[in-house]
Structure formats: structure tokens, C-alpha cells
């Protein structure tokens, strides 16, 4: 059963927001989203400071089959990205909401959080897929 | 709606992630693609290869039909029980597709193309055909499952018919032999050593039953993906297609120009090609950087520009290896555009693996 955490907001194109206390928002892909792209062999995080609009591609992230490209899913400037992926991609499969978070971003406007969906709407999402 | 094998209901019992390849629909992995890859490099896997086309070949004028239609030269089958891999090419010397000959007994053979290619191939051997005199008669009734690994002949081979057993495990690489309906050669596609097994169906799912139960991992396309890779065994419509030749495509190896008074078609074409000298090569790549090499980007050397054909993650050597289409002076370090980004890489030769072993220089991956 795929994991949809109730306090996250969450896109159409299947990445998970969480708004932290400083202002900052910390961004991964759902737990759907890694069990689609099967195992992680390489992730391509973009550098700190790096300005992003909403929708452009932010990241890439690469299974043994594929690379797909992560979108931003507010605009922004990037604060870092996840330094543990470097060297281990598979926690993106292992702990998607966790320590396989992608990247911490500063929001141009963070009503724009308001917009994304929340849990319930990504579960409608989900089962509208199926 | 794409075809089924006879196993696909055993496939989705078994949690496979399904997806369509040359009209097929496929096990694309099971639990873990990675899992299945080393469990072929160090043990043992199935792979149900059952969408690849089986076309049996009788009739008085076999043997010459083949001698017009492969780049390779059937008269190296000297016996039943052999086996050939060759290119069938058009009058271009473009590779209408690879595949592997077997010869069955005098005027009889087995021949196993691709799947994603079977309408071609077939219109194509009804061409050459001509006026002679053969029966070409395509086995859809058929299962094709591959047993592979360093372990695959031992596990395999008792649960073969009593009269198979000692015959199949004493066959040499490309050798076949035959009971009732059971067909075992000593081939594949991942670099180990193991077995082909083509049978009737429901024999087939049993096998395929009693392979996993002694121990055998049930593997899918992206294990056999990165297997063959690393094995640099072409893949058809990636690394060469009707358009690139054999000479250009690291199977030079596979075309036989003798005997000279053989004329295969597309030999006129080769001839000229080796004449004026080839300007490319299919060749190794190993990524000394970060990131993972892709079909289609643009490899930059000093000799000149060239293509990725295939690329992606080595499961065995942890870091990205690639086969390139680049300009023959092409060696030593070179550029390969990932996204716009010039990452830097070392020209190989290849196999990169081979029996479980890294052939080639891997030196860590800069960091």
C-alpha cells in the first residue's frame, strides 16, 4: 500500500512538499512515484542559489531503466539539495518522505503552497490513475 | 493489444512490473532489477524469452537459401547440433536483423530473431527466397525461457527429461541438442554461461515452475538489459538497425567474406565499405564522472564526434557504461554531453564483464 502522509501537500506530477518553520520548503517524490521508477541509481540535484520557476525542470532522477526530470512545484530560489544522495540514491526507494527528501527550497511566495494539493486530493489523484 | 506468453498469469502472480516491448507484454523487472542482475552473475536466473521468434526451416534448398541470406557463413555448421550467430542484411549492408542459426540435421534449421522485428524479417526471407525450394514455418506454439548463470547448467539440467541431461550439460557455447520437442542450446544474452530452452508451452510453464523452486530468480527485461551491456551484446534498433552496417557496428567479426564466391546480399555493399575503409566504430565507454550515459547523446573526442547507442548503470562495476558509435582514431578520454554538461569518460574496449569478471580498467568515479 502506497504511503500518503496527511501533513504533506503534493502535485499532480507526484512530488511531496512539506513547509518547514524558517519559511523554507523541503521537496522529495511520493511514495508512488519511487516504486513507478523502480531502484535509483543516480540522482541530479540542481546547485544552491540556483532560481527556479514553477513547473521547470529542478532535478533528474535516474533508475536503472530511465532518468525522468523532477519539476519544481513552486517557484523559488534552491537552498540545497539532499547532500546524502550523492552517494546514496537507493534512499529515495527506502525513505521517500524522509532521508530521500531531494531538495530544500526558499519560496518566491509561499501562498503559492496553498494551490498544491493536500493529502486527500493526491489519494482521488492516485486512484484515478489506477 | 499486445501479445501474452503462455507465463504472463505466473509473471503477475509473481508481482511483475508489466510493460510492452515489440508488441509483448513483459516482465519488466520483478522485486529489484538490480537483485536480478547479480543473482545471474553469481547464481542463477530465468528469463521468459518466449516474444523472440522462433522459425524453423525445412526443404531441399535450405542450406543454399541461407548461404544467400546470412553475412555469416553456414557452411561453418558442419554438423547437427551447431550453432551460428550471424547478421541478415539488405542490399545496402544495412542489418535487417541478427539472429542465431542452429542446424537441425541436413537441410533442416532453427533460426531465433527478434521480436520487435518479426514482420520484417519474415517479408524479407520470403524475398531471398525467391524460387527455392524451402519451408519456412514460424513457432508461435512455442515457449522460450533463458537459464542463466554460473550456476544455470547444474540447476537446470535435472529437471530436463532423463535423456537430455547428460547431452545438454556436455554441449559446447553455441551447440544445441534436441529431444521430442525440447530444444536446449548452450547460448544467451547476459555474458554467463547457462542454457536457451525452447519447448511446448505447457512444458514450458513447468519448467519454469520447477526452475524457481530450485532456486533459480525469476528475472525481467531490465535485468537482461543491463546484463547484455555489460556483456556489450548488441541490441538490435539500438546499436545497429537497417541503416548502420555490421562494419560499423563492432560485428565485422561476424561477416564472412570467405568462401570468396559466396554471395550473400549486402556483400556487394560490405565489399566497398571495406575497400574505401570505414569511417566509425562501436566501442566502449566507462563515465569517470557522475551521472548515468544514455542512448542518443553526443560523445566529443579528439578524432572527432560520435553517439551514445547504448547506455545506462553497470550493476557490477557501480558507475555508468555506455557502447558509441565514434570516429575510429577515437581512444583514451573523451566528453559525453549529459544535459548539457560535458562529463568526462574513457574510451574501453569492450566486453566490460564477462563469467562475473570486470574486464575493463575501473578506476574510481571522481567525486
Known amino acids: 500500500m502506497t504511503q500518503i502522509p496527511q501533513q504533506l501537500k503534493y502535485t499532480e506530477d507526484h512530488e511531496w512538499v512539506r513547509a518547514e518553520a524558517d519559511g523554507s520548503v523541503v521537496i522529495g517524490i511520493t511514495d508512488h512515484a519511487q516504486h513507478q521508477l523502480g531502484e535509483l541509481v543516480y540522482v541530479e540535484l540542481p546547485d544552491a542559489g540556483r532560481t527556479v520557476t514553477r513547473g521547470a525542470a529542478m532535478a533528474v532522477v535516474e533508475s536503472t531503466k530511465a532518468a525522468s526530470d523532477v519539476y519544481a512545484p513552486l517557484a523559488g530560489v534552491i537552498v540545497q539539495g539532499n547532500p546524502a544522495l550523492a552517494d546514496q540514491p537507493e534512499l529515495v526507494n527506502t525513505d521517500p518522505y524522509g532521508e530521500g527528501w531531494l531538495v530544500r527550497l526558499r519560496p518566491g511566495d509561499a501562498a503559492d503552497l496553498a494551490a498544491l494539493l493536500d493529502s486527500a486530493a493526491y489519494t482521488q489523484l492516485l486512484a484515478a490513475e489506477d | ?367
Request: proline share 4%.
Open chain 2, 1 to 367: 493489444m499486445a501479445h501474452q506468453t503462455p507465463l504472463y498469469a505466473d509473471h503477475v502472480a509473481n508481482d511483475a512490473r508489466i510493460v510492452e516491448f515489440g508488441g509483448w507484454d513483459m516482465p519488466l523487472q520483478y522485486a529489484s532489477a538490480l537483485a536480478e542482475h547479480h543473482a545471474v552473475r553469481q547464481s542463477c536466473g530465468i528469463f521468459d524469452v518466449s516474444h523472440m521468434t522462433v522459425v524453423d526451416l525445412t526443404g531441399p534448398d535450405s542450406t543454399r537459401f541461407l548461404m544467400r541470406l546470412l553475412a555469416n557463413d553456414p557452411g561453418k555448421l558442419r554438423s547437427a547440433g551447431q550453432g551460428l550467430y550471424s547478421c541478415m542484411l539488405n542490399d545496402a549492408g544495412g542489418v535487417v536483423d541478427d539472429l542465431i542459426v542452429y542446424r537441425l540435421g541436413d537441410n533442416v534449421y532453427r533460426l531465433i530473431i527478434n521480436a520487435a522485428t518479426r514482420v520484417q524479417d519474415l517479408g524479407w526471407m520470403a524475398r531471398v527466397a525467391d524460387r527455392d525450394d524451402i519451408v519456412i514455418r514460424h513457432r508461435d506454439d512455442l515457449l522460450m525461457i533463458a537459464v542463466q548463470g554460473p550456476k544455470a547448467r547444474e540447476l537446470a539440467a535435472p529437471l530436463l527429461a532423463e535423456e537430455l541431461q547428460a547431452p545438454a550439460l556436455a554441449l559446447r557455447s553455441f551447440e544445441c541438442v534436441r529431444h521430442d520437442h525440447v530444444f536446449v542450446a548452450r547460448t544467451g544474452y547476459t555474458g554467463e554461461d547457462g542454457f536457451e530452452i525452447v519447448l511446448p508451452a505447457e512444458a514450458g510453464v513447468a519448467l519454469w515452475r520447477a526452475l524457481a523452486a530450485a532456486g533459480a530468480v525469476r528475472c525481467g527485461l531490465g535485468a537482461r538489459d543491463t546484463l547484455r551491456l555489460e556483456a556489450a551484446l548488441n541490441l538490435y534498433g539500438q546499436d545497429m538497425d537497417a541503416g548502420t552496417s555490421p562494419l560499423v557496428s563492432g560485428l565485422g567479426w561476424t561477416v564472412a567474406f570467405e568462401p570468396a564466391d559466396r554471395q550473400f546480399r549486402g556483400r556487394a555493399a560490405l565489399e566497398k565499405q571495406k575497400t574505401e575503409g570505414v569511417s566509425e566504430k562501436l566501442t566502449g565507454l566507462v563515465l569517470e564522472d557522475r551521472g548515468i550515459m544514455r542512448h542518443g547523446q553526443r560523445v566529443i573526442t579528439a578524432a572527432g564526434e560520435g553517439s551514445i547507442t547504448s547506455g545506462g548503470f553497470s550493476p557490477t562495476m557501480e558507475r555508468s557504461i555506455a557502447l558509441a558509435r565514434l570516429p575510429v582514431a577515437a581512444t583514451g578520454s573523451c566528453q559525453v554531453d549529459i544535459r548539457g554538461v560535458l562529463r568526462k569518460a574513457q574510451i574501453v574496449k569492450p566486453p566490460f564483464v564477462r563469467l562475473g569478471r570486470i574486464l575493463v580498467d575501473d578506476a574510481p568515479v571522481q567525486k
